[in-house]
């Protein structure tokens, strides 16, 4: 058996490179990354290929090790190099992610020590260091100091979290499901439908709330709608607002919900995914008032923050709540309850184990200061208002609504044929031209096209270029009418 042992040690201490060995894989890693930032403002944002990376499939993982140098190859032209390019600043579609560099080494370092940040006892400066996180953004949006929090993968998760303290909060039973009331708008994100069906939740009564021509919740049609629910025998007990919706942009009248679901006494869930971190500048916080008066709030810094994907947060007005209804003791973790002096992330979320995701902001927001993603921030409102502007004043062009964030619609009305043909093609063309990259959706019947303005290197010159390649496509397309 030792000599077995001693053997199967030599082969497995492949996993533990020397200095020498690491240094030539993080230079030629650090090599690729940095022909990749050098070259980002030229890359295209958008790439269509046949292949599709299917390269991938000639080289399966085996027992048989490739060099560095090989594996960066089969990286560069079977993932890198297809589709969207999310660190483009002409990625323009959905809403554009993050990726700023110093989140990349705050996540070099906490891979490197790996760090388990889910327990306070294992790692107490890891947990701290992500509770005063939360402490922050609970401060920002003017949370009180009672608030708590959790880092998620993403909004997905954060909703789910949110909507579970909900239920939990109300102590709602499988027998009271069906007459209880969740109140929302049809541009809830289907992520937070998604949230209600895996909380049990499906047997809820869900009402749409009318919208304003601007997509916003009507707060009055809400309200009558609480009280004929009461006066049917039913149990509004949750209603979800957005701080901007992923289709628009909009932002629902938060201060007005509050109000009415704190005199019915709901519990007011915010997804702010995509709008909440607009609060850290001046314009964004007049626009998101009355989001300090709900119960619990999701707010992206992949989106805000412009972090790398897989950085998400919820927050809690009542840290008791959300640890009520996440906490759990297994007799295997009797060891961590001598460690009392804060709350752990896997007592407030489904996660025991996690990505030490709290480096990944904390450095950033250390060695930069939170001024330039404020200016950032600012400057993604102003881009798309000035493109909601230029896009007016081109003939045949119909904008939509005013933009309340960093969203801004508007679609083309040919001189002959369907609208809706048209901008579907419209789209298409520019997907294929790949300089910029744009999304569409679908508003009351109209194909409508999106231009989400959200990446740190979006600038003045980029808005500029997509106007540009806008004029240059339709008229290819209206000449080949």
């Not at 790692?123 to 949370?143: F, I």
């Not at 607002?241 to 009248?253: E, N």
């Not at 609504?401 to 009305?413: C, E, G, K, Q």
Request: with cysteine; aromatic share 8%; proline share 5%.
């Amino acid at each position: 058996m030792l000599d077995r042992i001693k053997q199967l040690e030599q082969i497995a201490l492949a996993l533990e490179p020397p200095a020498g060995q690491r240094g030539e894989l993080r230079n030629d890693v650090v090599q690729y990354t940095e022909s990749f930032l050098d070259h980002i403002h030229d890359l295209p944002a958008y790439v269509v290929t046949d292949d599709k990376g299917i390269g991938l499939y000639d080289s399966p993982i085996s027992e048989t090790p490739i060099d560095i140098k090989a594996a960066l190859q089969l990286l560069r032209h079977n993932v890198d190099r297809p589709g969207l390019n999310p660190a483009s600043g002409g990625h323009l579609g959905y809403i554009p992610g993050g990726g700023i560099y110093v989140s990349a080494l705050g996540d070099y370092l906490a891979d490197v020590s790996n760090r388990f940040s889910g327990l306070f006892f294992a790692s107490p400066g890891a947990v701290r260091m992500e509770n005063l996180l939360l402490d922050w953004m609970a401060k920002t949006v003017g949370y009180p100091a009672n608030a708590g929090g959790n880092l998620t993968s993403g909004g997905s998760i954060a909703n789910l979290i949110g909507i579970v303290t909900a239920r939990e909060a109300y102590n709602l039973k499988a027998k009271d499901f069906e007459k209880s009331v969740i109140y929302l708008t049809e541009q809830a994100h289907h992520s937070v439908d998604k949230a209600i069906r895996i909380a049990g939740l499906k047997e809820c009564v869900l009402r749409n709330v009318p919208m304003n021509e601007c997509f916003r919740m009507n707060a009055g049609a809400l309200e009558q709608t609480i009280i004929r629910d009461k006066k049917s025998g039913l149990q509004p007990w949750l209603v979800i607002a957005a701080a901007g919706t992923t289709d628009v942009g909009a932002v629902d009248p938060l201060e007005a919900i509050g109000d009415i679901a704190q005199r019915h006494r709901l519990w007011f869930h915010v997804d702010g995914a995509y709008g909440a971190f607009f609060v850290l500048c001046d314009e964004g916080k007049n626009i998101l008032k009355g989001m300090e008066q709900s119960d619990s709030l999701v707010m992206d810094p992949h989106k805000g923050l412009f972090l790398p994907y897989g950085s998400g947060a919820v927050l809690v007005k009542e840290k008791k709540k959300l640890g009520n209804a996440h906490w759990y003791q297994a007799s295997y973790l009797q060891d961590a309850l001598r460690s009392t002096d804060e709350l752990s992330p896997a007592d407030l979320s489904p996660e025991l184990t996690k990505h030490f995701r709290g480096l990944r902001l904390w450095l950033p927001l250390k060695l930069l200061g939170i001024a330039p993603f404020r200016a950032a921030l600012e400057e993604k409102i102003l881009l798309t208002r000035y493109f909601h502007e230029q896009i007016k004043r081109i003939d045949r062009f119909e904008a939509g609504n005013f933009p309340d964030l960093s969203v801004a619609t508007f679609r083309y009305i040919p001189k002959v044929g369907d609208p809706n043909d048209f901008n579907e093609r419209l789209v298409q063309e520019i997907q294929h031209d790949g300089r910029v990259f744009l999304s569409s959706t679908t508003l009351n019947g109209k194909f409508v096209i999106r231009l989400a303005v959200l990446s740190f290197r979006t600038h003045l010159n980029t808005i500029d270029l997509t106007i540009k390649i806008l004029r240059e496509k339709v008229r290819h397309l209206e000449e080949s009418l």
